[in-house]
């Protein structure tokens, strides 16, 4: 615990904590809800302000948005501008309040930094455990609207514009979209009642939906029991995207280096299967997908290939590994003098383009690194047939030619040749 040596501020942060712990024993708040007198009243210690604590009812008659936030939050960060824009356009009408659970030494460590000094002007409450005991979430940024002494609505950052600002303020009909943060420990969209059901178990589970999901973040999450996966969840990615990141789960399974350069595109309409900007440079909602599949431990092993097979029943395209000939470059040995067994020790992984240092990896995982390379167009195909650990260092690889040029040190090289290897192909539906 820290000390304090200021009395009154002592007596603050105890009577603070104490009103917290009594809130916390209260239920949570449902949207229409009047927001308790108790939070109105209560002092909130504050940063970029004049004062040390605010309270609430002092824009109790206001349309209220508090902004749940984080320093290492980038969406939060990216979204403070619009909500300085949007209160000072709406002044006098709204009050935007920033919240976060992080103290104030760690605020103002943030706002005196480098980057955080572009927001200096943004109000934030900090060390909050009242508001967030009010309205729990998983996630940030996350916005709490209150009207009239009531909770109006839950919903992310993005739904926070003059539209819906207006129509709330006109008492129109809002279109904003109730958010509340779905966990990804659980099966997207499956009911919480499946968890009182005592005589049954989820053995079989599948989830495809085009349009993001406002209630989580973009990304992936896995179902695990110990180190076995059995199950995995994307959410608002393109197509694309999870079709890519299945067939690299597939093919490090048969220890193949997999990359963008094993990937064979039919379709007529190539755009719709990756994301779509609008004018404004941000991601069409749209055409975002997401998609979850479990299956029982015992088929853990066939997970992938039973995805790949699933998604493309359901999905807008059909995704297959195939055999395709394709213009390789073979990674080969010159001579049978071993240049390149490891001398043990701990595994170091610095690989870069401009210097590389590594010892102790697989044969495998140098030749994904390698794969990576946006400057070496086709893909690398391993036949040095060498299973040990290897030690290599390379300087300056960012073409064909200067990679055969440090490879040469190791009696390594790669051939450019035409070879029926395993791609990705991607195919309109007929």
């Not at 000094?117 to 967030?132: F, N, P, T």
């Not at 379709?267 to 779509?276: H, M, P, R």
């Not at 080969?332 to 401009?354: L, P, V």
Request: net charge positive; aromatic share 8%.
């Amino acid at each position: 615990m820290k000390n304090f040596f200021c009395r009154g501020r002592v007596s603050l942060i105890l009577a603070v904590t104490v009103a917290a712990l009594a809130y916390s024993q209260k239920k949570t708040l449902k949207i229409g809800d009047t927001v308790p007198n108790s939070v109105w009243t209560a002092p909130m210690e504050v940063v970029n302000h004049p004062q040390k604590t605010i309270k609430l009812s002092e824009d109790k008659d206001k349309l209220i948005l508090l902004d749940f936030w984080n320093t290492w939050c980038s969406a939060c960060l990216t979204g403070f501008p619009k909500m300085e824009e949007l209160q000072k356009k709406f002044s006098g009408k709204i009050k935007i309040l920033a919240v976060s659970n992080q103290d104030r030494a760690t605020l103002e460590k943030f706002f005196a930094s480098k980057n955080g000094q572009r927001y200096k002007e943004i109000l934030s409450v900090a060390g909050d455990k009242i508001l967030h005991s009010q309205f729990p979430h998983k996630g940030v940024p996350y916005i709490i609207w209150i009207k009239d002494g009531k909770l109006l609505n839950t919903t992310d950052g993005a739904q926070v514009n003059e539209n819906t600002i207006n129509e709330v303020l006109k008492g129109e009909s809002s279109s904003l979209q109730t958010v509340v943060y779905m966990s990804r420990e659980r099966p997207l969209m499956l009911s919480e009642s499946f968890d009182q059901e005592k005589g049954t178990s989820l053995t079989n589970y599948s989830l495809l939906s085009k349009g993001r999901i406002r209630s989580i973040g973009f990304g992936s999450g896995f179902h695990r029991k110990g180190n076995i996966v059995y199950g995995r969840q994307f959410t608002n990615l393109s197509l694309l995207e999870i079709f890519t990141a299945i067939t690299d789960e597939i093919f490090q399974q048969r220890k193949e280096s997999f990359s963008n350069k094993r990937i064979v595109i039919e379709v007529k309409n190539g755009a719709a299967l990756d994301y779509i900007k609008n004018s404004e440079g941000r991601v069409e909602d749209n055409n975002l997908y997401n998609y979850e599949y479990i299956v029982p431990v015992s088929l853990s092993d066939s997970l992938y290939p039973m995805m790949l097979r699933n998604l493309s029943q359901f999905a807008d395209y059909s995704a297959s590994i195939e055999k395709r000939k394709v213009k390789c470059l073979i990674l080969r040995r010159t001579s049978q003098k071993d240049k390149i067994a490891t001398k043990g020790g701990e595994m170091k992984y610095r690989f870069s383009t401009s210097e590389s240092d590594l010892q102790n990896i697989s044969m495998y995982a140098f030749v994904n690194s390698i794969n990576g390379i946006p400057e070496i167009k086709l893909p690398i195909i391993d036949e040095t047939g060498y299973t040990g650990n290897v030690d290599l260092k390379l300087l300056g690889i960012s073409d064909p030619v200067s990679l055969n040029k440090e490879l040469s040190k190791y009696d390594l090289e790669i051939i450019e040749a035409d070879k029926d290897i395993d791609v990705l192909v991607i195919k309109d539906k007929s």
